[in-house]
C-alpha cells in the first residue's frame, strides 16, 4: 500500500478527459435544466419527470455496455490487440438492441410509467410528450458510449472529451432557439440533434484511426464475444438500472409532494449528478488500469491501480464538496429565476456536499472490483443499499415523517455510506487475500 500514490499520476492523466467527457454527458442536463428554468420555468416538473425513465433505461444500457472497456483493456494487456476492436463492434450491436428495447418498454407502459407512482395526470401528460421524444436519442447515446470506453481502454480518451463539449455546443444554441418557443419540448429534441452528433462523429473518429487494421476496428475477431461482453455487463446493467430506478423513485416521490418540491429536488440532483460525473472518469481510469494489470497477471500493480482510485476519488470528492458549501447560493440562482425555488435549493446543498465522498467512493470501489472478474458483489451490495434501503428509509423520512426534499436526501447519504464501506470492505478482503497468495507479477 505504500506504493499506491505511484499510480496516482497515471491515474490522473487518464481520468481528467474522461472526467471532462463525462461532465459534458451532464453538461448537456445541466443547459437543459437552466435554460428551462429560465425561459420555462413551470415546465420544469414536466422536463424532470420526462427524464425519469430515460435516466434508468439509459444508465441499464451503459452498465451493459461496461464489457467493452473492461475486455478491450484485458486484451490489450495480454497483447491481443484485436480484442479491443472486436469488442467494440460488438458493443455497437448490442447499443442498438439495447435502444431499440428501451423504446419498446417505454411504448408500451405508456402513462403507467408515471401515474402507477402518483404522479397526477396532469404531471403525467407532459411529462410523457417529453419522454417519448427523448427515447430517440437512447440508442445514439449508446454507440457514444461504445466508442468512447473503446477510446479510453486504448487509453486515447482526448477524442471522446472534444466531441462531448462539441455536442454540447450544439445543445446550448438548439436550446436556446428552441425553449423559449416550445419549453421542455423544445429541450428534448435538443438532446436528440445533440445526441446524434456525438455517435456520427465518434464512429468517424474511430473507424479512421492510424492503427484500426492492428486494434481490430475493421476486421473480425472471434474474441470477446457476445457472451464474455454481458458476463461483465449483465451484472453492472443490473446495478446500474437498479441505481438509477431507485433515484427516479425518489424523483417520483419528490413529485407526490407537489411541483415546487420536484423542481427543487430535480436541480439537487443535477447537481449531484455533476459531481458524479468526476467520480465517473476516475472509475474509468481505475477500471483500465486495473483491467490492463489483470491481463498481465500483476496482481500488485491491479491493487496499487484500485486504491489508488479510491484514495484520489476521496480528495476529489472533498474539495468540490468545499466548494459547493462555499458557493451554494450563487449556484442555486444560476439553475433558476424562481427566487423561492433557488433558495430552497440553497437551503439544502449541505446534504447535497456530504453525499459527495461515498457516493463518489462507491463507484470507483465497484469499478476496481469488476475489473478484476469480481462482477456480481458490486451489483448486490447496490440492490442492498439503493433498492431495499433507499426508496424505503426516503418514504419514512419524506412522507411519514414530513422532511420532504431533505427526507430524500438524507436517504440518499445514508444509503450511498453503506454501499461505499460495504465495497471498500470487499476491496480491502480481497487484498489481504492476494497478499496471502504467492505472486504472479512477471
Known amino acids: 500500500m505504500s506504493q499506491v500514490g505511484s499510480v496516482v499520476p497515471k491515474l490522473l492523466w487518464l481520468a481528467w478527459p474522461v472526467a471532462l467527457a463525462r461532465l459534458g454527458i451532464m453538461g448537456m442536463s445541466v443547459v437543459d435544466v437552466m435554460v428551462v428554468g429560465q425561459f420555462a420555468p413551470a415546465e420544469l416538473p414536466y422536463q424532470a419527470l420526462g427524464w425519469a425513465p430515460i435516466n434508468v433505461l439509459t444508465v441499464a444500457g451503459i452498465g451493459l455496455l461496461t464489457g467493452v472497456q473492461v475486455l478491450a483493456a484485458r486484451g490489450l494487456g495480454r497483447d491481443q490487440p484485436e480484442e ?10 448490442l447499443s442498438l438492441v439495447a435502444g431499440g428495447l428501451a ?11 408515471l401515474t402507477a ?36 481502454a486504448i487509453q486515447r480518451p482526448m477524442a471522446a472529451m472534444a466531441a462531448m463539449w462539441l455536442a454540447n455546443g450544439v445543445n446550448l444554441a438548439l436550446n436556446l ?24 462523429v465518434m464512429l468517424a473518429w474511430v473507424w479512421q484511426l492510424k492503427d484500426a487494421q492492428r486494434l481490430g476496428v475493421r476486421r473480425s475477431a472471434a474474441a470477446p464475444g457476445y457472451g464474455a461482453l454481458l458476463s461483465v455487463g449483465a451484472a453492472a446493467a443490473i446495478s446500474s438500472a437498479a441505481e ?6 425518489m424523483t417520483i416521490l419528490a413529485g407526490r409532494q407537489g411541483p415546487d418540491a420536484v423542481a427543487s429536488y430535480q436541480i439537487l440532483l443535477n447537481l449531484l449528478s455533476i459531481v458524479f460525473m468526476v467520480s465517473l472518469g476516475v472509475s474509468s481510469a481505475t477500471a483500465v488500469l486495473t483491467s490492463e494489470a489483470v491481463g498481465r497477471r500483476a496482481e ?24 459547493v458549501l462555499t458557493f451554494s447560493g450563487t449556484i442555486g440562482r444560476a439553475y433558476t429565476a424562481n427566487v423561492t425555488l433557488a433558495a430552497a435549493a440553497s437551503g439544502l446543498m449541505w446534504l447535497a456536499a456530504a453525499i459527495m465522498p461515498p457516493d463518489g467512493a462507491q463507484v470507483v470501489a465497484a469499478s476496481a472490483l469488476r475489473a478484476r472478474g469480481d462482477n456480481w458483489f458490486p451489483t448486490a451490495s447496490h440492490l442492498l443499499a439503493y433498492v431495499a434501503v433507499m426508496p424505503a428509509l426516503a418514504y419514512w423520512l419524506a412522507e411519514l415523517r414530513g422532511q420532504g426534499v431533505a427526507g430524500l436526501m438524507l436517504a440518499i447519504f445514508w444509503s450511498s455510506s453503506l454501499s461505499c464501506a460495504v465495497l471498500c470492505l470487499r476491496l480491502w478482503w480481497l487484498r489481504l487475500k492476494v497478499s496471502r497468495e504467492p505472486a504472479h507479477d512477471p
Open 84 to 93: 479491443a476492436g472486436a469488442a467494440w463492434r460488438r458493443g455497437l450491436v
Open 103 to 113: 423504446a419498446l418498454v417505454l411504448t408500451l407502459a405508456g402513462a403507467r410509467a
Open 117 to 152: 407512482f402518483g404522479i397526477t395526470p396532469e404531471l403525467a401528460g407532459p411529462s410523457l410528450r417529453v419522454t417519448h421524444i427523448l427515447m430517440l436519442s437512447v440508442p445514439l447515446q449508446l454507440m457514444y458510449v461504445t466508442s468512447s470506453m473503446f477510446l479510453e
Open 177 to 200: 432557439l428552441l425553449v423559449p418557443k416550445l419549453g421542455a419540448i423544445g429541450s428534448a429534441w435538443c438532446t436528440v440533434a445533440a445526441r446524434f452528433c456525438l455517435a456520427a
Open 244 to 249: 438509477a430506478g431507485a433515484f427516479s423513485g
Open 300 to 323: 500488485a500493480d491491479a491493487m496499487r491501480s484500485s486504491f489508488g482510485g479510491v484514495l484520489l476519488n476521496g480528495a476529489l470528492m472533498v474539495a468540490t464538496a468545499l466548494v
